[in-house]
């Protein structure tokens, strides 16, 4: 399985930005795919997840609202639109996947496969 991320980079308070995931090399259904990110000093969090196919999702309180992942089946991607930035979003953004069930909050342990990460700066 490879996840390949873009998207991210710099935007301003109040505004938005959006990150894509494109997976490859596995069967798409069944999986649960994870946004998580890492702010420097700080543990990484789990940020929304999904499970593929699926409408089952689930938020961090802190983004809950102001954040949304989606998916486009046709094109193996899943999306994290986020909206209302502020300056604690600033973090390295990953997405990872595993085949498991969601549970709340994602444990990045559970996640096998990892996106090589890309920043978001918000200020």
């Known amino acids: 399985v490879q996840l390949v991320e873009s998207g991210g980079g710099s935007g301003q308070v109040g505004g938005s930005l959006s990150l894509s995931c494109a997976v490859s090399g596995a069967g798409y259904r069944g999986l649960c795919m994870g946004w998580f990110r890492q702010a420097p000093g700080k543990k990484r969090e789990g940020v929304a997840v999904t499970l593929i196919g699926g409408d089952s999702t689930s938020y961090g309180d802190s983004v809950k609202g102001r954040f949304t992942i989606s998916q486009d089946g046709n094109k193996n991607t899943v999306y994290l639109q986020m909206d209302s930035l502020k300056p604690e979003d600033t973090a390295m953004y990953y997405c990872?996947?595993?085949?498991?069930?969601?549970?709340?909050?994602?444990?990045?342990?559970?996640?096998?496969?990892w996106g090589q990460g890309t920043q978001v700066t918000v200020s």
């Open positions: 990872a996947t595993d085949w498991r069930g969601i549970d709340w909050p994602p444990h990045s342990g559970d996640y096998g496969y």
